[in-house]
């Protein structure tokens, strides 16, 4: 079975603040990707990489960065945290070599970020 | 763009019924993906379709690949309490990125 973990369920930061979500995936997956999800918007892309040190912005990329040093990891950023960044992040990852599925993405349990 | 349309909206149901929701796409997809989120959870791969026509089943529930291509259906039989979340459709953008489109899900909650 895919496993992706992400370092914390819940996190409360202070606006300003820098934060650090950590996403780890074990099935030696080519893609990783970073969401956001809020009531009434749904998922929306923020960032995604597809091999390592690769980077492209997703729909919403404002205020965020990406980092993706070792395969398996995939670090999404907040360089100064504001309300409005305040959601459910979801990390996903997709795409073995070797299983050939491109398109089937397996998620995370999620963080619960909230900026006060 | 691409749009995936995902009804109902909602559902609100008895045990032991059986629920259908569907999607329906804007453009022709080769993959639909059908995911289950629970409350503060992430979304949960449930069933893969690859093929027009496709009729693929994981335990109480069947999805199909419709026709066209351009919709997809899923189906749960015999409804239980831990059915309960949020469904989700998906297909991948055009232009193969490995990026995918999401519906807007249909929230389904079942009385016990």
């Known amino acids: 079975d895919v496993k992706v973990t992400q370092s914390s369920r819940y996190l409360v930061k202070r606006t300003g603040e820098k934060v650090f979500l950590e996403c780890v995936q074990d099935?030696?997956?080519?893609?990783m990707f970073w969401y956001r999800q809020d009531p009434g918007l749904g998922l929306r892309l923020i960032y995604f990489?597809?091999?390592?040190?690769?980077?492209e912005k997703g729909d919403i990329p404002e205020g965020y960065s990406v980092s993706r040093e070792k395969k398996e990891r995939f670090s999404l950023i907040l360089e100064s945290a504001s309300t409005n960044q305040t959601s459910m992040y979801l990390c996903?990852?997709?795409?073995?070599?070797?299983?050939?599925?491109?398109?089937?993405?397996?998620f995370g349990p999620g963080t619960r970020l909230t900026v006060l | 763009g691409q749009q995936l349309n995902q009804s109902p909206q909602s559902m609100f149901i008895q045990e032991g019924e059986d629920v259908s929701m569907n999607c329906t796409s804007s453009s022709i997809f080769n993959t639909w993906l059908w995911y289950k989120q629970e409350p503060g959870e992430g979304p949960v791969l449930l069933i893969a379709?690859?093929?027009?026509?496709e009729l693929t089943s994981n335990g109480r529930l069947t999805a199909q690949f419709g026709i066209t291509r351009k919709d997809s259906f899923l189906n749960i039989s015999a409804s239980i309490p831990s059915d309960v979340g949020i469904y989700f459709c998906?297909?991948?953008?055009?232009?193969?990125?490995?990026?995918?489109?999401f519906g807007q899900g249909t929230t389904l909650q079942v009385k016990p």
């Open positions: 099935m030696d997956h080519e893609n």
């Open positions: 996903a990852s997709s795409f073995s070599r070797t299983s050939g599925a491109y398109n089937e993405q397996f």
């Open positions: 990489s597809y091999d390592v040190k690769m980077k």
């Open positions: 379709l690859y093929k027009a026509g």
């Open positions: 998906a297909g991948p953008l055009s232009g193969n990125t490995g990026k995918l489109i």
